[in-house]
Nanobody
Framework: QVQLVESGGGLVQAGGSLRLSCAAS????????MGWFRRAPGKEREVVAT????????NYAGSVKGRFTISRDNAKNTVYLQMNSLKPEDTAVYYC????????????WGQGTQVTVSS
């Protein structure tokens, strides 16, 4: 198993930046592909960005491509989400999640961190 703890959320004005961090503990971090998800009020949870176990492959939702960057530091057991040019529609609770490299589902989730972007 892996335990995930997010940090770095907060209130920011439109156009600003935030960096989210997700610290993992438990099984070796390289056993997992990682993802950032978000849930806005009244909306379904959606994937924001994913990164493979080595950091060599990333994917982004169209709504954040070019503005957000996912990265990981396997020596620090941490995955990051750098968010630039934030928009009010980015307001949501952001979750990191882990998916075993041999599985297709994200089985492990953090508690979430609130990001609020004011206009």
């Amino acid at each position: 198993q892996v335990q995930l703890v997010e940090s770095g959320g907060g209130l920011v004005q439109a156009g600003g930046s935030l960096r989210l961090s997700c610290a993992a503990s438990g099984r070796p971090f390289t056993s997992y592909h990682m993802g950032w998800f978000r849930r806005a009020p009244g909306k379904e949870r959606e994937v924001v960005a994913t990164i493979n176990w080595s950091g060599g492959s990333t994917n982004y939702a169209g709504s954040v491509k070019g503005r957000f960057t996912i990265s990981r530091d396997n020596a620090k057991n941490t995955v990051y989400l750098q968010m630039n040019s934030l928009k009010p529609e980015d307001t949501a609770v952001y979750y990191c999640a882990a998916r075993d490299v041999f599985k297709s589902e994200y089985d492990y989730w953090g508690q979430g961190t609130q990001v609020t972007v004011s206009s």
